[in-house]
């Protein structure tokens, strides 16, 4: 298979999943909601003074985002699944890794950006100090890739049996624990000002490794799910 | 035939590593009972208490095994995934999921003995500490390995996505390891390691006694396992009717 007929493939993908993600516009609005009811949750358990709420506020967005993530991550593979394109998918003779990759790239721009772009109003909510804002936006923009990209192993790997959702948060919260270590430790040293520099590298790093492994896995588990 | 290839061949078929386990097996279990009854002698009769911990230092020859075996047990369920979803070879399929029950077992009595020891020298059962929630991490991987194979209604094909998550869970043990001892840390570090250590060989004896009992252990329930899961799975084949009509007659 030549390079530009990847290329095309890849472009071809990503553009028909915008197409389908702008069709079903409701459904993606659903983790996004979520994610805002989630962060509502907490300064009503906890209290709403703002000196807790600020010593929380990475911690409680960024578990909110990894929870919006894995809501979403359900429906990654699931329809192509049950209508047999994921089949034909994989039949095309392009790289599978490749169509995983393409996937889950549509899905950071769809369920993962939207998260990005909606935290400087949950940092308002949560009361986080200015110095952290520009901080969490910038580990949720590396971050939140890395939810997709790992997330989408657990979904190819869940996509053919019948509750996945559950099974599927079992699978990759325990894997999730470094990047929420890392975000948050990057945050609260911002707003302390301490550095932080190093914590947004290690995800940086993070993100790279996962860009190239897990769209094997994804494609390893694809194949498994089809057999 | 390549006598590696042959070699393969031969511990890869069911019948084979049905009978050569089950010839194993009992000195498995002599070895296990063996080394455990003298490693325990040692450790709660000869070797002497701690200057500063008492008495409870003496979990530690239960404790430190344990959590060495949970370790190891997860990769070594890593590589026989590889194997399992590289070659093929059904009875890695069967090494791994038989596995990963021992292990997780061997994660709990290494986080409850843990609390046990905790709480009369730390003055808590629970604390945050890397080692604790890295463990904790550990056993919800293995539950994640176990409840993925037992979702799937396949066998083969249950064992080959368990494979999977085990491979990702260990390429990110590591990373999740160093994650939260960065993040925070409690724990002694090791006493033992390649640079020296730090106990005293009275101590240090009955702690390898039980490291090596709890190693032949694994083998023995992990290979017990195996056999009765392969019966399971080939139920309906020659080998096994024939195994049973030979016992029967």
């Known amino acids: ?227 | 035939m390549n006598p590696i290839y042959l070699f393969f061949h031969k511990t890869g078929s069911p019948p084979w590593f049905y009978n050569f386990s089950g010839k194993l097996i009992p000195w498995l279990w002599v070895g296990f009972l063996l080394l455990t009854a003298y490693g325990l002698y040692l450790g709660l009769l000869v070797a002497p208490a701690d200057y500063q911990q008492g008495e409870s230092v003496r979990i530690m020859y239960i404790h430190v095994p344990a959590a060495w075996m949970s370790m190891m047990i997860y990769g070594l369920m890593a590589i026989w995934g590889f194997i399992a979803l590289v070659w093929r070879i059904r009875i890695m399929e069967v090494l791994i999921i038989s596995s990963a029950p021992i292990g997780a077992a061997f994660t709990i009595i290494a986080l409850i003995t843990g609390s046990l020891w905790g709480r009369p020298t730390w003055g808590t059962y629970w604390v945050w500490d890397a080692r604790l929630t890295s463990e904790l991490v550990l056993l919800f991987l293995y539950f994640g390995v176990i409840a993925l194979y037992n979702s799937y209604d396949e066998p083969r094909k249950a064992a080959r996505a368990a494979s999977l998550m085990a491979i990702v869970g260990a390429i990110n043990l590591p990373i999740i390891h160093f994650s939260v001892v960065w993040w925070n840390t409690l724990h002694q570090g090791s006493s033992i390691g390649t640079s020296g250590n730090s106990i005293h060989p009275s101590m240090l004896w009955p702690l390898l006694y039980m490291a090596i009992a709890f190693k032949l252990y694994y083998g023995a329930n992990l290979l017990s396992r195996a056999r009765l899961r392969l019966l399971k799975q080939d139920h309906r084949k020659r080998w096994v009717k024939d195994l049973l009509t030979e016992e029967t007659r």
């Open chain 1, 1 to 227: 298979m030549s390079k530009q007929a990847s290329g095309t493939a890849f472009m071809a993908l990503l553009r028909r999943d915008f197409l389908l993600a702008y069709r079903r516009r409701a459904e993606l609005l659903q983790p996004l909601v979520f994610l805002l009811v989630v962060v509502t949750l907490f300064p009503l358990g906890v209290g709403p003074s703002p000196d807790l709420l600020a010593n929380i506020a990475p911690g409680v967005i960024w578990i909110a985002a990894l929870l919006a993530t894995v809501l979403s991550l359900d429906s990654l593979f699931r329809s192509d699944f049950e209508d047999g394109t994921l089949e034909q998918m994989v039949l095309s003779g392009q790289s599978l890794a490749l169509i995983a990759l393409a996937r889950t790239v549509a899905h950071w721009l769809v369920a993962g950006l939207p998260i990005v772009l909606l935290s400087p109003l949950l940092a308002m909510w949560m009361n986080l100090p200015d110095e952290g804002l520009l901080i969490l936006i910038e580990s949720l923009a590396i971050g939140t890739p890395v939810l997709s990209l790992i997330g989408a192993i657990g979904g190819a790997l869940t996509v053919s049996l019948k509750r996945g959702g559950q099974l599927l948060s079992l699978l990759v919260f325990p894997l999730y624990v470094p990047l929420l270590i890392l975000a948050t430790s990057a945050v609260s040293s911002a707003v302390a000002g301490l550095p932080y520099t190093g914590q947004l590298g290690l995800m940086t790093a993070g993100l790279i490794a996962s860009m190239t492994l897990a769209p094997f896995a994804t494609a390893a588990a694809l194949k498994l799910s089809l057999s």
